[in-house]
């Protein structure tokens, strides 16, 4: 299982590149839907909801839900729903990473009306973040089997 963290993890960091130089930066991620890389949006999103829900904290739970319901509530048909659960995700995300850096640079990156920039930046930084943790308890097991 760990080994397809991983590979999700991976993939999550070549996957804001991959759709800026194919699909372009002026749209959301959001946006993927209705288009050829649907399916690609909504393989990460489910497969990352699945595995966040199965961290024990109530706030990778909430982004779990959260991700999950924003990739179900299509941006066009249903903006507002859509739209709510964009927020709190994006809002869990801030209180999970727990740093002030990162939550500056995000709201600047959103301010200056790029929300592709802002998606991919913590895109990034929460696959970086689940490299961490995965190696964090892999090394823990390792030490409980010594």
């Not at 990739?71 to 709190?88: G, K, Q, S, W």
């Not at 990162?102 to 930046?121: A, G, K």
């Amino acid at each position: 299982m760990n080994l397809l963290k991983v590979l999700l993890c991976l993939l999550c960091l070549v996957y804001p590149f991959f759709i800026g130089v194919y699909f372009g930066v002026d749209e959301g991620y959001s946006n993927l839907a209705g288009t050829k890389f649907e399916p690609l949006y909504i393989f990460i999103n489910a497969t990352t909801s699945y595995f966040f829900f199965g961290y024990n904290k109530k706030t990778w739970k909430v982004m779990s839900i959260s991700l999950l319901m924003l990739t179900c509530f299509n941006v066009d048909e249903f903006r507002l729903t859509h739209d709510i659960f964009a927020i709190l995700f994006f809002i869990t995300v801030q209180i999970e990473l727990k740093n002030p850096k990162i939550f500056i640079l995000s709201l600047v990156l959103l301010f200056i009306d790029e929300l592709f920039y802002f998606e991919s930046f913590l895109i990034i930084i929460l696959a970086i973040n689940n490299l961490k943790l995965l190696k964090r308890f892999a090394n823990l097991k390792i030490k409980q089997w010594k």
